[in-house]
T-cell receptor
Framework: EAGVAQSPRYKIIEKRQSVAFWCNPISGHATLYWYQQILGQGPKLLIQFQNNGVVDDSQLPKDRFSAERLKGVDSTLKIQPAKLEDSAVYLC????????????FGEGSRLTVL | SQQGEEDPQALSIQEGENATMNCSYKTSINNLQWYRQNSGRGLVHLILIRSNEREKHSGRLRVTLDTSKKSSSLLITASRAADTASYFCATDGRSNYQLIWGAGTKLIIKP
């Protein structure tokens, strides 16, 4: 079974530039999550999709972050414009068990904003 | 907001020793999960324990849950160098199914 795929693995940009991250979840997983993980901290949920609908985006900075999940499969997370404090690892995870099951994570996309 | 808090923040032990880390949380939960994260990698699920369970085993891992104290512990027996990683607990509240994560325990196994 293929795991959660994310790209790019690393991205370096200057502040005020834009960046996009892509995630392909495990086939058949209805629930998809985007997390932000700052060095030394636990993951922070940015947005949760159930199929192609948003379940929770309460912690997504909507003035600069956006996310979509086309046709309930792949997802893209965009940051525009980026700030220095956006430097973090962006983790995508998927789950087949709704809200409370095991999450399967991708390797993450490490963003450095200069 | 972070509900789970792991303790200690960092732990360094000799290979072969047992490692114990703890997680405390604030509100009633449905489940508690433990994950491992190797440096520069994604998180890997280790074990899920339901609120009506008190103990669960998986290989060298033993997890306990005390809902009266709102705490859980993860025991890794006979540690190996490959166990070097950060360990996170995640809880989901009874009324809010969002997973809440702690800041993790960084475990270093010295050869």
């Amino acid at each position: 079974e293929a795991g959660v795929a994310q790209s790019p693995r690393y991205k370096i940009i200057e502040k005020r530039q834009s960046v996009a991250f892509w995630c392909n979840p495990i086939s058949g997983h209805a629930t998809l999550y985007w997390y932000q993980q700052i060095l030394g901290q636990g993951p922070k949920l940015l947005i949760q999709f159930q199929n192609n609908g948003v379940v929770d985006d309460s912690q997504l900075p909507k003035d600069r972050f956006s996310a979509e999940r086309l046709k309930g499969v792949d997802s893209t997370l965009k940051i525009q414009p980026a700030k220095l404090e956006d430097s973090a690892v962006y983790l995508c995870a998927s789950s087949s068990q709704g809200f409370t099951g095991e999450l399967f994570f991708g390797e993450g996309s490490r963003l450095t904003v200069l | 907001s972070q509900q789970g808090e792991e303790d200690p923040q960092a732990l360094s032990i000799q290979e072969g020793e047992n490692a114990t880390m703890n997680c405390s949380y604030k509100t009633s939960i449905n489940n508690l999960q433990w994950y491992r994260q190797n440096s520069g990698r994604g998180l890997v699920h280790l074990i899920l324990i339901r609120s009506n369970e008190r103990e669960k085993h998986s290989g060298r891992l033993r997890v306990t849950l005390d809902t009266s104290k709102k705490s859980s512990s993860l025991l890794i027996t006979a540690s190996r160098a490959a166990d070097t990683a950060s360990y996170f607990c995640a809880t989901d509240g009874r009324s809010n199914y969002q997973l809440i994560w702690g800041a993790g325990t960084k475990l270093i196994i010295k050869p």
